[in-house]
Every structure is written in structure tokens, then in C-alpha cells.
């Protein structure tokens, strides 16, 4: 047990490294592989030795070794999150599907919040590819849950779609998919992720107008897939458990 923990902590500090490229280039058009990663103000490329997760950002002390200038934090903390996020997920795993789809969720949200964050963009590059990835994974590992996971997709994306048809400027196109796919890989649990989610924009909103005022505070654009995502991963952790209990009460 203990040899696999260290596996998913290591494996997630690498996947976290390359997420870090995903998030900033795919929203450009830019290659995943190539070319290498470099520094945005030199244009010197990264060496292998400087681009070891966590440890290379702390040994430059956050800058480039050739023209010091400031690398964001951004990066280790990514790293750190998404390590963190594996070793979770492989603690919390019931069975193979489980871990599966847990490593596959973690693997594809990350990304979504950096991008939508930054570019109020969440990818059809993404949410496609980890909506295939789920299905995959269910019908090869235990296809007895590929019902429940569609009919939690289309119930979700469904819910979506005619709130986004009513309220265009509330919601987009993007999220619409985003709760689609959290629908495949949560199945009946998508429910409290989508409570969740919804729970904590309305804290942040309220945040913002008690700041800003009610006028520029409800002008403030702020991305929901954060929440999604934020709501899909407490979910993919006690989601059940929750409908369970609610379920066990009413």
C-alpha cells in the first residue's frame, strides 16, 4: 500500500507538470509536445534538470538560471495539487473502476480550472476526450455502471442546456459539456456536485458584491467551471454517501 501511494504521488507531480503545458498552450492553438518548454522572457529552453516537478522551481528559487526572471508559482503548486489529488484518489479507490475514474477526473478538471480562469474557456479539446476516456473505462472495467453514468450525463447536460437556452449570459455552451461529463463519471453523484458548485458561486458571488457593491459586483464576470470542478472532485469523494444519506432520510 505504501509503494502505491508513492506511485500516485509521483505519477500526479508528473501528470501536474504537463497539465501546467496544457493549460497554457492549448487555449493558443500552440502543440502539447513540442517545442520544448521555454523561458517566455529569454526564450531559453528548460533543461530536463530544471524541469523536475516542485524540486527545480525551489532549487531556482522560483526564476530562470539564465535570466532570473520570475517563474510563477503557479507551476509548483499545480504539481503539488495534482500529486496530491492522485495519492487522494488512490486512498479513497472502492475497486479498479473507481481509482480509474478518479485519476481520469482529477487528469482532466485541472487543466478546465486553470483555462477557465484565465481565458473564461472550457475546452471541447478536454471535456471530449475525458467524456470518451470515461465511457471507455466503464464498459472495459464494469460495464454494469454505463446506464446509470449516461443517464446521469444526460440528466445533468439536459438540466444545463434549457438553463443556458433560458439564461444565455448565465451560462454557457462550455459548462453545459463540463456537467455532461461530470455526469459519466460520477453517475448519480453528480447531483451533489452540482449543489456544491452552485453553493459555492453564490458564497463567492455574495463575496464580490459585499466588496465591490451591488452594482459592480453583479457586473463581475466569474467563471462557473471552478466550481464544477470543485463540486465534481468533493463528489467523487462523498457524493454517494451523501445520496445515500438523503435518500435514507426522505
Known amino acids: ?7 500516485a504521488g509521483v505519477a500526479g507531480l508528473l501528470v501536474g507538470s504537463f497539465l501546467n503545458v496544457v493549460a497554457h498552450r492549448l487555449p493558443l492553438g500552440q502543440s502539447l509536445v513540442s517545442p520544448r518548454s521555454r523561458c517566455p522572457e529569454c526564450g531559453a529552453p528548460v533543461r530536463a534538470y530544471d524541469n523536475v516537478p516542485v524540486l527545480s522551481w525551489l532549487v531556482l528559487k522560483g526564476r530562470c538560471r539564465h535570466c532570473s526572471t520570475s517563474i510563477s508559482p503557479q507551476y509548483p503548486i499545480v504539481e503539488l495539487a495534482t500529486g496530491a489529488l492522485y495519492v487522494a484518489v488512490a486512498l479513497a479507490a472502492t475497486d479498479a473502476l473507481d481509482a480509474a475514474l478518479g485519476l481520469l477526473l482529477v487528469t482532466a478538471l485541472v487543466p478546465i480550472t486553470l483555462i477557465d480562469l484565465e481565458h473564461r474557456l472550457i475546452p471541447n479539446l478536454i ?3 475525458a467524456a470518451l476516456a470515461a465511457v471507455v473505462a466503464i464498459v472495459a472495467i464494469d460495464p454494469g455502471f454505463l446506464a446509470e453514468a449516461l443517464a446521469a450525463a444526460a440528466g445533468a447536460g439536459g438540466f444545463f442546456l434549457l438553463t443556458a437556452v433560458i439564461s444565455p449570459r448565465g451560462m454557457g ?9 461530470l455526469g459519466l463519471y460520477l453517475g448519480r453523484a453528480v447531483a451533489p456536485a452540482i449543489l456544491i458548485a452552485l453553493v459555492a458561486g453564490v458564497v463567492i458571488g455574495a463575496g464580490i458584491i459585499a466588496r465591490r457593491g451591488m452594482t459592480e459586483g453583479r457586473k463581475t464576470a466569474v467563471p462557473f467551471g471552478p466550481f464544477l470542478a470543485l463540486g465534481g472532485m468533493v463528489a467523487y469523494f462523498v457524493g454517494d454517501a ?3 444519506g438523503y435518500l435514507d432520510r426522505f
Open 173 to 181: 455552451m462550455g459548462d453545459v459539456k463540463l456537467v455532461a461529463m
Open 127 to 129: 471535456t471530449a476526450p
Open 242 to 244: 451523501i445520496v445515500d
Open 1 to 7: 500500500m505504501p509503494s502505491l501511494i508513492l506511485l
